[in-house]
C-alpha cells in the first residue's frame, strides 16, 4: 500500500495556504448587480479602469473614433487614449453639462466605434435617447457614470440603461476613501471582453466561458493590473439611496435660495432623472455684477465656502502636494490635444490608421468652452449628511454676503 | 470698512474641508528612499503600474523596441504594450532564471529604447553588466524588481542600481495585502516624467519643476489613475531586512538538504548578491526518475506542499474563481504574441512605426522553454516567518517522501 497522499495516504503538512480571498469582492459585485438590476458586474482598481475595461470590451482600439465630450475629468478621455482609440467630441447641454444628442447626432461617422456620455456632476445624460441613437448605428453605449452611481432616469437606475456603465467609489456617491470601481452590463460577451482589459490570467480562466476569451486569458488580456480596491464601498452601498436622498433635500434647498439670487443659475434637473448630485453645480453670469467667477469664487473660498471651477482648474485641493493646473479647462484644448501626441509619433491622434486625423480647435465646442468659465460648485462633502438644511443655509448666507459686497471685488 | 472675508473681515464658515491627506504616501516615499538609497520615489497604485510609469519616463512608445525577458510574470511585458512598444525577448541565464547577458547584446538593435531585465524569484538580475551595455547604446535600464524589493548586489540595495526601478507590494518581500507599488530612480528628469503615466494632475502640477512636465499636467499626462494604494507597506519595510534574512536562513538550509536528493536542483545565488526569496525555485530533472514535473508537483500538493509551476500555470490558485490557465508557459509563446495583435489592427507589433516587426517562436528562447517544463517553486508564505527550520524540514520531509515513492508515481 502506498503512503502517498496522491494515491490516499496521510498528508504531510495541513492545508494552511494563505490564499488572498475575494469573497469581498464577490459580495460587492452580487450588491452592485442586485442595487441596479444589471446582470454583470466586475469591481476594478479605478473608475478609470471601469472605463477601460469597457472600452476594450466593445473593441475600441487604432483608427476608431469614439464619441465623448471635452467637458469631463481627464480620466474619462484618457481611457479613450488608453485604447488607442481617437476622441470625437461633442458639445454640451447647458442645463445638465451632460452630452448634448443633436450634437452627438451630427459628428457619427463610419469610424464611431463607440459613444461615451458623462454623467457629469451626477446627472445621467440622455441615455435613452443615445441608446437609440447607437443602436441605429450599431454601436454601443458606455456610460461614464462614475460620478452618478445612485442616479436613475425614470426609475431605472443607473447601471442599467446603457450597453456598459462605468462606476468609481474615489469620492463618488457610493464611496470608498481607497478608490476603486466596476463596470457593468446585462451583456456576457461584453462582460467577459471586458476581464481582458487588466484581469489576473487565472481569474479570467476562472469566470469566462467564451472560448475567445479564454485563449487570452494567458496574458491576463494586456497583462494589466486592475485589481480591485474600496471593497469597503459595500457599506456605503447599504445607505446609498439614503444618503442620495438626504443630498437631493439639501441641493433642492440650494436651488430654491439661489434661484432667488441675480446673476446665480442653479442646476437644472431634467424631468424623470433622479440626479446623485456628486456636485451641485451653478452657472455665474459675469455680466450681471460686472465680478468674474474667479473673483467671485476666491470671495466664497475666503468665506470658508469651498466652490471650485471643476473643469478649470482640475479639481484642485485635494492632496497636500495639489497645485492648481493653469492649463485647465475643456479636455480638447489641453497640451496633448493640441500636440495631438501622446505615446510618441503621434499615436493615438496620428496613428496611420485614423481615416480622418482629428483637430482640437478652440471654437469647436462653444457651450462646454463658455460654461467653463461660468460654472461653480459645491462638492459631496458639502451636500451629505452630516450636512443638513443649517449647513446649506451658511452656503446660502455667505453667498448672500459675497453678492451684497458685490462692488467691493471689481478689480481696478 | 468691508466685512468679506476675502478684503480682512470674519469668516463664515470654519475651514474644515475633507481634503484627502497623502501624508501616509510622502512618508512611504521617504522611507523607500532612504531604504534603498534612490533619490526619488513615487508610490503608484501597483507594480505594474510602476513598470509602466518607467517606459512612459524613458520615452518608449510605438516603433521601440524594448528588451526584456519571456520566462516572467504578464504584467513586465504587458507594461511594454501598455506604452505601444514592441517586446523582444532574451533568453535567461539557467542559474538564475534572469536575463542573459550574452543574448541581451545579441539582441540590441538601433531600435531598442530600454532594456527591462526582471529580478526574477527575487534574484536580482546582471544589472551592473546591462548597466555597462546600456550606456555604451545610450539607452536605459528599468528594472523589474517587484520580486526583489529587499536584495541587493554587492551591499547595494535593488532601487538604488538601474536608472529606474519597479516594485511591487503584491504579495512581495515588502508587502501590503492592497497591492500597490513604487517606481524608484536617482534622476530627477525621469521621476517627473514617470508622473505623466498617470498622476492626478494637481499633483504633476505640485511636484514637477521641469516645464516640458508641467505643460502636460493638465490631462493628468495619460489620464490613467495610479493612485498609490497598499500605503501600510511601510509596515513591512521597518523589518523587511529582518523577514528577509529570516528567509534567506530558511532558503539556505533548504538548499543544503534538497542537493542531497537526486534529481533536484537548488536555486543558484551569484556571488556578491543578496537574494530577496520571493520564491524559491528548484529544477526537477525527469530523466532521473522517469517522472515529469507536473507528476511530481501533484505528488507534492498532495502532502500539503504548495509547490507551484509559476511561468506554466500562471500563478495559479491565488483567489477562489482561479483556474490553472492552460496556456501559461513562457510569454512569448502566449496566445497573443501568436497573433501579434493586442488593441485592434496588429496594434502595437504590427504598427506600421515598427521597423521590423517582431516574430515569436517555439525555439526562439531554447533556456526560458526548457526552464517552465522544469521549474517548481515555493512561495514566500512557506518560507517567511513564522515559519522556521522545522517547517523547512517538513517540506524536506514531503520531498523525500515523495522521492522514495517515486516509482508509483510513473504513469501507465
Not at 464577490?26 to 444589471?38: F, S, W
Not at 441615455?127 to 447607437?134: F, R, T
Not at 476581464?195 to 497583462?223: N, R
Amino acid at each position: 500500500m502506498s503512503e502517498l497522499a496522491l494515491l490516499g495516504g496521510p498528508k504531510t503538512i495541513d492545508d494552511a495556504h494563505n490564499l488572498r480571498s475575494s469573497w469581498a469582492q464577490k459580495g460587492l459585485e452580487k450588491a452592485l448587480c442586485e442595487y441596479t438590476g444589471a446582470r454583470y458586474a466586475r469591481c476594478v482598481s479605478s473608475g478609470t479602469a471601469a472605463l477601460v475595461s469597457s472600452l476594450f470590451a466593445a473593441g475600441c482600439g487604432p483608427g476608431d473614433e469614439v464619441l465623448t465630450v471635452a467637458y469631463t475629468w481627464v480620466a474619462t478621455v484618457g481611457a479613450v487614449l488608453r485604447v488607442n482609440a481617437v476622441p470625437v467630441f461633442a458639445d454640451i447641454d447647458p442645463r445638465t453639462f451632460t452630452m448634448d444628442v443633436e450634437d452627438a447626432k451630427r459628428k457619427i461617422t463610419p469610424q464611431t466605434k463607440a459613444i461615451l456620455p458623462v454623467d457629469f456632476y451626477g446627472h445621467p445624460a440622455a441615455i435613452p435617447e443615445l441608446m437609440a441613437l447607437a443602436e441605429q448605428h450599431g454601436i454601443v453605449v458606455i456610460e461614464d457614470a462614475c460620478q452618478a452611481s445612485t442616479a436613475e432616469v425614470r426609475g431605472v437606475k443607473v447601471g442599467n440603461l446603457a450597453h456598459m456603465t462605468a462606476f468609481s467609489w474615489s469620492g463618488k456617491p457610493i464611496y470608498s476613501s481607497a478608490g476603486g470601481g466596476a463596470y457593468l452590463t446585462n451583456n456576457r460577451r461584453l462582460f467577459e471582453r471586458g476581464l481582458l482589459a487588466g484581469q489576473h490570467p487565472t481569474v479570467i480562466a476562472g469566470l469566462a466561458t467564451d472560448p475567445e476569451v479564454l485563449q487570452h486569458a494567458s496574458m491576463g488580456g494586456t497583462g494589466d493590473n486592475m485589481r480591485a480596491v474600496g471593497l469597503d464601498a459595500m457599506a456605503q452601498l447599504l445607505d446609498a439611496d439614503v444618503r442620495t436622498d438626504a443630498r437631493i433635500r439639501n441641493c433642492d434647498y440650494l436651488t430654491e435660495k439661489l434661484s432667488e439670487i441675480p446673476g446665480i443659475t442653479p442646476p437644472f434637473v431634467r424631468p424623470g432623472v433622479k440626479h446623485a448630485y456628486h456636485y451641485y453645480n451653478c452657472l455665474w453670469d459675469p455680466k450681471v455684477h460686472g465680478v468674474s467667477r474667479d473673483r467671485f469664487c476666491q470671495a466664497l473660498n475666503a468665506e470658508g465656502v469651498y466652490a471650485v471651477a471643476y473643469v478649470k482648474d482640475a479639481n484642485y485641493r485635494f492632496a497636500p502636494e495639489s497645485k492648481p493646473v493653469q492649463a485647465g479647462g475643456p479636455i480638447h484644448l489641453r497640451t496633448i490635444f493640441q500636440e495631438r501626441n501622446l505615446y510618441g509619433r503621434g499615436c493615438p491622434f496620428l496613428c496611420p490608421h485614423v481615416k480622418n486625423p482629428p483637430v482640437y480647435r478652440r471654437g469647436d465646442l462653444p457651450v462646454s468652452e463658455e460654461m467653463t468659465e461660468r460654472e461653480f460648485a459645491f462638492s459631496q462633502p458639502h451636500l451629505s449628511p452630516p450636512c443638513d438644511l443649517r449647513d446649506m443655509q451658511l452656503v446660502v448666507d455667505a453667498i448672500e454676503k459675497v453678492v451684497d459686497h458685490i462692488d467691493e471685488l471689481k478689480e481696478a
